[in-house]
């Protein structure tokens, strides 16, 4: 079992940037893919931004393309998010994920993070 911590997330008004952190209790680069979804108030949980296992394929929502970057460093066990040109509909908890293969839906993850709240003011 891979357990996940997110970091990072607070408060930014509109037009800001935040780096959200995501730490594996083991290894996982060449071992996991690594995702990143979002849930807002009263919606459904959604796909941000996914990086394969060797990170080389990575994927993006539209709504967040050009604005975020997905990253990871396979010593630290970690998975970064950089978001830039933060929008108030950016504003939701944000959860990290592992899975044996990078994809844009939830149920091709097995591990969540608890998730950390991010809040754009406008």
């Known amino acids: 079992q891979v357990h996940l911590v997110e970091s990072g997330g607070g408060l930014v008004q509109a037009g800001g940037s935040l780096r959200l952190s995501c730490a594996a209790s083991?290894?996982?680069?060449?071992?996991?893919?690594m995702g990143w979804f979002r849930q807002a108030p009263g919606k459904a949980r959604e796909f941000v931004a996914g990086i394969s296992r060797a990170g080389g394929t990575i994927y993006y929502a539209d709504s967040v393309k050009g604005r975020f970057t997905i990253s990871r460093d396979g010593a630290k066990n970690t998975v970064y998010l950089q978001m830039n040109s933060l929008k108030a509909e950016d504003t939701a908890v944000y959860f990290c994920?592992?899975?044996?293969?990078?994809?844009?839906?939830?149920?091709?993850?097995?591990?969540w993070g608890q998730g950390t709240q991010v809040t754009v003011s406008s």
């Open positions: 083991e290894r996982t680069s060449s071992t996991y893919a």
């Open positions: 994920t592992a899975g044996h293969q990078a994809a844009t839906i939830q149920g091709a993850y097995a591990y």
